[in-house]
């Protein structure tokens, strides 16, 4: 269920982490529109450009924690941490993270040496 406006009290995406221990940060989003928890998407102005962020609705949030603890809830296999596919699916985001940090790692350096080297 989404919202097009945010009351004054939504919660930010690192209270729900901490409110919902046992989800991947990165699925925050999946398992509230799967179990019925209001979010809605908001845009914010600033100097480097418009940025978007997802607030969650507070009620939805508490009342979905106690399910998500027994394991009542609807939340698939890879989006919690304390499974074996979720704990797979965090080592899958960190391996591709330094592959791609050590590229960028590597371009710099290549071109670090091409400039001093010419």
Known sequence: MERDETPDRWMRRGE???AWPMIRRSCLDPVAKANGVGVSRQQSHGTWGT???TSF???GVSRLAPRLASGEAVVRPEWRRDSR?????MLVTVR???I???FVVL???GWLWFAVTR
């Not at 596919?85 to 699916?89: F, I, K, S, T, V």
Request: aromatic share 4%.
């Open 16 to 18: 729900v982490a901490r």
């Open 51 to 53: 940025s978007t962020y």
């Open 57 to 59: 609705d507070p009620e």
């Open 85 to 89: 596919e979720g704990r797979r699916a």
């Open 96 to 98: 591709d993270t330094v």
């Open 100 to 102: 791609v940090i050590g």
């Open 107 to 109: 371009c710099v350096a």
